[in-house]
C-alpha cells in the first residue's frame, strides 16, 4: 500500500525560505513521478511542481519558477521541495502525490493515484 507523509511546513515571513519533505513508501518508485500541489483556503488544489523519479527531469508551474526547487533522494523515497523568496500568495496546504504518468507542464489532480495528507505553510507579510 502506497503511503505518502509530508512534513516541513510552517509558519515563516515573505521572503523567507522553507524546505517541505514527502516520504514515499509502499512500493518501488524509479518509475513514477512524483507532484506537488498546493490548496489555498477557499481555492482548487493546484500544481506546483514535478519531478520523474527515473530521470530527474523537472516540471514547474510559473509562479514558483526560479524561487521552488523539487528534488529527490531516490535511496531514501524521499522527495524535496525548496522554496525560496516566499510570498504570502504561497500560503496554502501542500500536498504531494504519485503518478505513473509524466504530464508536461499540464499537471491535474485527476492524474495522481497517490496523496499525502498535506503540510501547511502559512506566509506571513
Known amino acids: 500500500q502506497v503511503q505518502l507523509v509530508e512534513s516541513g511546513g510552517g509558519l515563516v515571513q515573505a521572503g523567507g525560505s522553507l524546505r517541505l519533505s514527502c516520504a514515499a513508501s509502499?512500493?518501488?518508485?524509479?518509475?513514477?513521478?512524483m507532484a506537488w500541489f498546493r490548496q489555498a483556503p477557499g481555492k482548487e488544489r493546484e500544481f506546483v511542481a514535478a519531478i520523474n523519479w527515473g530521470d530527474g527531469r523537472t516540471s514547474y508551474t510559473d509562479s514558483v519558477k526560479g524561487r521552488f526547487t523539487i528534488s529527490a533522494d531516490n535511496a531514501k523515497n524521499m522527495v524535496y521541495l525548496q522554496m525560496n523568496s516566499l510570498e504570502p500568495e504561497d500560503t496554502a496546504v501542500y500536498f504531494c502525490?504519485?503518478?505513473?504518468?509524466?504530464?508536461?507542464?499540464?499537471?491535474?489532480?485527476?492524474?495522481?493515484?497517490?496523496w499525502g495528507k498535506g503540510t501547511l505553510l502559512t506566509v506571513s507579510s
Open positions: 502525490g504519485v503518478t505513473r504518468f509524466w504530464r508536461g507542464s499540464r499537471w491535474s489532480v485527476y492524474d495522481m493515484n497517490y
Open positions: 509502499g512500493r518501488a518508485f524509479s518509475s513514477y513521478n
